[in-house]
């Protein structure tokens, strides 16, 4: 049982390059998430899926966009990036929208430069 | 504006203290509040907290919540090296799961 896989693990990128952060969960969960965190300010809500075929956005959506693939899978691009998108990026999932814990994948280390 | 504080933000201490981290928060529909711990990488669960005054309890840690005052409490007891971490604070209202800063506990031998 994986849970929540997200990949790439390491990614550099120049300014104005593309690229999607994949996730996928086989734990059966309705709800997914991507967060980024950066230092001395938690994790941030990036977008959210609260069902398949929904997103809806978080706190710091701007510059990104996401797809609900399937309910398994949840994207996360970045259509132009830029040095201040170089963070940690977290991916989640749990069971119903709210009253569950969330289960994190690993993370993703992008660096903008 | 929805917040979550977390205080302190780092703290270091020796195997064998008591530490007591912090939460506050102000969020508009409140749901539940949770700490997570995370080390080089995931967070991973530790408690959700839905109740005022209930105790929850696993091993050496323990956490409470208190509803109208509007904060939380983690307590690590006998602390080891291995309770070296960021700790996270969440709260969930009708719409997402608000983190804090995180406190970054350092037990040093």
């Known amino acids: 049982n994986a849970g929540v896989t997200q990949t790439p693990k390491f990614q550099v990128l120049k300014t104005g390059q593309s690229m999607t952060l994949q996730c996928a969960q086989d734990?059966?969960?309705?709800?997914m998430y991507w967060y980024r965190q950066d230092p001395g300010m938690g994790l941030r809500l990036i977008y959210y899926?609260?069902?398949?075929?929904?997103?809806d956005k978080g706190e710091v959506p701007n510059g990104y966009n996401v797809s609900r693939l399937n309910k398994r899978e949840f994207s996360l691009r970045l259509e132009s990036a830029a040095p201040s998108q170089t963070s940690v990026y977290f991916c989640?999932?749990?069971?119903?929208?709210?009253?569950?814990?969330?289960?994190f994948g690993e993370g993703s280390w992008l660096t903008v430069v | 504006e929805d917040k979550v504080v977390q205080s302190p933000l780092s703290l270091v201490v020796h195997e064998g203290d008591t530490v007591t981290l912090n939460c506050s928060y102000e969020?508009?529909?409140?749901?539940?509040l949770l700490w997570y711990k995370q080390e080089k990488k995931a967070p991973t669960f530790l408690f959700m907290l839905?109740?005022?005054?209930i105790e929850k309890k696993s091993g050496r840690l323990s956490s409470i919540l208190d509803k109208k005052e509007l904060f939380s409490i983690l307590n690590i007891t006998a602390t080891q090296t291995g309770d070296s971490a960021v700790y996270l604070c969440?709260?969930?209202?009708?719409?997402?799961?608000?983190f804090g800063a995180g406190t970054r506990l350092t037990v040093k031998p």
């Open positions: 989640a999932s749990r069971v119903a929208y709210s009253g569950n814990t969330i289960y």
């Open positions: 969440a709260v969930e209202d009708n719409n997402d799961m608000r």
């Open positions: 734990m059966n969960h309705n709800s």
């Open positions: 839905t109740s005022s005054g």
């Open positions: 899926s609260a069902s398949e075929g929904t997103t």
């Open positions: 969020v508009t529909n409140f749901r539940s």
